[in-house]
């Protein structure tokens, strides 16, 4: 599974006291942790801070960027402020999180993607809207990765986002998430399947058993990747054991090395 | 999901120790704590002592039942064994631990299963053989269900086991397991679908990664019952977790009472 590290998030309430206070050791360090603990990227978000989001971004690209050699994932809803964000960035890696299938997102975002040769999440909403079944949501796929291809963006680079949405709202956003993993799963190849792993346990207590949970059904379903927290010791170790299950981890040959390793007591 | 304690098995050292030195406090011990822990069958095996197997059954029942009130499960793959233990037994609530689809052993099992009032697990294995497909292993299952309901135990009593086998051997066992369960639960109207969770990580190390990983799957798919360590914390709050996923736990209503009470902390 390929991790997105979520907590270097504005909406975060010490993250974004951090960003107030310039304690940019604090954000580092987390980003160090989340590096450590595995992530393959590590989201930065400044959605809280209205008027100068880039800026602050651009700031924390800056300082992680000197500290920490590892791919980023520039997380605004604008691509103004992507646009702005990439201007600094260093290296041709980072993840654009995320864009929607609507002309107005896509017209400004595409060009930023090529300019900066980025990895893409592309949530499945069209017109502002999340379809409600897994059909119609395999459809926004299908055309959404036709756009980015002929755009030149390769297949490996595009991380489809099923659209989770919160058990505590409906059962059924459980089973239509994961029906959405499957029909992914099925339709492409080389394509990633990335989910917001929180978006399960929004409303509920005690979320972390919650995603846990939701992670190993939607990883035995296809999902390859997730923005999750890395440094939850617990959710790694069910991925591991996700992942054999699964046979992405072929022989359980990855299991049992970290088994040896001493990584799975 | 109704739990069966797994613990008191002899092919489990300290278990066979206990019962060779007749430390039976050792053994109630762990009967009360599985209990206390959810449990609503206690796993009673001595399967380990050939020639003496009943005997020792008979003695470890008659200790467990002097000091706790829980229904036992008795496990014994000779029906002979569990007739003599269940001579002693108080009470109307025992679980037969296991039969399979051969002559033998039913003609000899379904009178003990009567005469006690039994529930009863039943393997999905025909001719000592365990069915490949999920499809053979369905056909077993309406044979069996059809043979016990016609001998008059309810479909509430009868605990129908898909056959988990390991995950080391071969991956596909994981999905023709998951499968099987998926089409008990669409055929079936009341009859439980339990399995033996440890065997799907039978020679692997680490093994709790992948039956707490596996549990969450199989509930999903529709187990409502299994035969595991209720001691181990981690995974029985990824049952309540993984309840509210699978909507068996409605609204999560559980889930947020068992949070309330600092349970999924």
Not at 178 to 186: G, R, V
Request: aromatic share 8%.
């Amino acid at each position: 599974v390929i991790i997105v590290g979520e907590k270097i998030n504005s909406s975060i309430h010490s993250i974004k006291e951090a960003i107030e206070k310039k304690d940019y050791g604090y954000i580092i360090e987390l980003a160090k942790k989340q590096y450590e603990a595995g992530a393959s990227y590590i989201d930065v978000n400044a959605g809280a801070f209205i008027g100068n989001e880039a800026e602050i971004l651009k700031e924390m690209i800056k300082q992680i960027q000197v500290q920490v050699d590892v791919p980023l994932s520039i997380d605004s809803s604008n691509p103004d402020v992507i646009k702005e964000a990439m201007s600094i960035y260093k290296g041709k890696n980072a993840l654009y999180n995320s864009i929607t299938y609507d002309d107005k997102v896509l017209d400004k975002a595409i060009p930023v993607i090529k300019e900066y040769d980025m990895s893409v999440i592309t949530l499945l909403m069209e017109n502002n809207q999340i379809p409600e079944s897994a059909e119609k949501r395999l459809e926004v796929a299908k055309r959404m990765v036709d756009k980015l291809n002929t755009e030149g963006v390769a297949l490996n680079r595009i991380f489809i986002d099923p659209m989770v949405q919160p058990l505590s709202v409906d059962k059924a956003f459980v089973d239509i998430a994961l029906d959405t993993i499957k029909k992914l799963k099925e339709y492409f190849v080389d394509v990633n399947i990335i989910c917001g792993l929180s978006n399960i346990s929004y409303g509920l207590p005690s979320r972390k058993w919650i995603n846990r949970a939701f992670l190993v059904l939607a990883i035995y379903y296809g999902l390859n990747s997730a923005i999750l927290n890395p440094l939850d010791t617990t959710l790694i170790k069910m991925i591991w054991a996700c992942e054999a299950l699964a046979g992405v981890d072929e022989y359980c040959l990855e299991y049992i090395a970290k088994a040896r390793e001493g990584l799975l007591d």
